[in-house]
T-cell receptor
Framework: DAKTTQPTSMDCAEGRAANLPCNHS???????VYWYRQIHSQGPQYIIHGLKNNETNEMASLIITEDRKSSTLILPHATLRDTAVYYC????????????FGSGTQLTVLP | SQTIHQWPATLVQPVGSPLSLECTVEGTSNPNLYWYRQAAGRGLQLLFYSVGIGQISSEVPQNLSASRPQDRQFILSSKKLLLSDSGFYLCAGGTSGGAAKNIQYFGAGTRLSVL
C-alpha cells in the first residue's frame, strides 16, 4: 500500500468545516483512498472512500486531486463528537490484506 | 453493513494465565476477519487475518494464536500471557471483491491489562 502523510494535529471551531489533508504521492492506479476515524478508546469507524472522483455521503465529503497525489476530507459542520484521530489510507481494491494505519491526524473540535 | 461483536470490553489477567477473546460477525457471510492490536497512542498493528474457515495468516511472530472455527467466528488465544501482551485488541471484518466491499468494520475493542 502507498504511504500517506497527514498533519499530526488540527483544531476546528464547532460548526465550521473541518478540512483534513492527506498526501499520497506514490499512489498507484488500482489503489483507493479510504478515510477512517477513531474516537478515543473505540474501534476505528469507516467514513468514506474514493478512487478519483469526489465523493459525498452523510458523514463527509472526499475531494481527490486530479493527479490523485493528495486528497482532503471535509466535515462540513464539525461537532464536538467529531473529535477523533482521522486516518487516511490507500489500499488496493479487492485485497484481503490489512489496512495500514499510520499516525493519522488528531482533530480537536473546539466549542 | 457488518456488525462486529467483540467481548469483553475490559480484561485484567495475571502473567502466565491463558487468554481467549472472541469475535463474531453479523450481517455478511464469508467475511475476511482480522485481529489488530493497538498500543497506547500508537497505530494499529495487524496480528492475524483469515479469508475462510480454518485459514489463518500470521503477520508477526508472537505469543498469540488465532482460530476460525466457524465462518463468522474469530478467536484470539494465548496459553500463557506476557506483560507485553497488554494492549487494545480490535477485531475487524471485511469482504473482498471491489472497493465498495473492501471496507473494514471494527468491533468496540478489548482493553487487556496483563499484571
Amino acid at each position: 500500500d502507498a504511504k500517506t502523510t497527514q498533519p499530526t494535529s488540527m483544531d476546528c471551531a464547532e460548526g465550521r468545516a473541518a478540512n483534513l489533508p492527506c498526501n499520497h504521492s506514490t499512489i498507484s492506479g488500482n489503489e483507493y483512498v479510504y478515510w477512517y476515524r477513531q474516537i478515543h478508546s473505540q474501534g476505528p469507524q469507516y467514513i468514506i472512500h474514493g478512487l478519483k472522483n469526489n465523493e459525498t455521503n452523510e458523514m463527509a465529503s472526499l475531494i481527490i486531486t486530479e493527479d490523485r497525489k493528495s486528497s482532503t476530507l471535509i466535515l462540513p459542520h464539525a461537532t464536538l463528537r467529531d473529535t477523533a484521530v482521522y486516518y487516511c489510507i490507500v489500499h488496493i481494491s479487492g485485497s484481503a490484506r490489512q489496512l495500514t494505519f499510520g499516525s493519522g491526524t488528531q482533530l480537536t473540535v473546539l466549542p | 453493513s457488518q456488525t462486529i461483536h467483540q467481548w469483553p470490553a475490559t480484561l485484567v489477567q495475571p502473567v502466565g494465565s491463558p487468554l481467549s477473546l472472541e469475535c463474531t460477525v453479523e450481517g455478511t457471510s464469508n467475511p475476511n476477519l482480522y485481529w489488530y492490536r493497538q498500543a497506547a497512542g500508537r497505530g494499529l498493528q495487524l496480528l492475524f487475518y483469515s479469508v475462510g474457515i480454518g485459514q489463518i495468516s500470521s503477520e508477526v511472530p508472537q505469543n498469540l494464536s488465532a482460530s476460525r472455527p466457524q465462518d463468522r467466528q474469530f478467536i484470539l488465544s494465548s496459553k500463557k500471557l506476557l506483560l507485553s501482551d497488554s494492549g487494545f485488541y480490535l477485531c475487524a471484518g471485511g469482504t473482498s471483491g471491489g472497493a465498495a466491499k473492501n471496507i473494514q468494520y471494527f468491533g468496540a475493542g478489548t482493553r487487556l491489562s496483563v499484571l
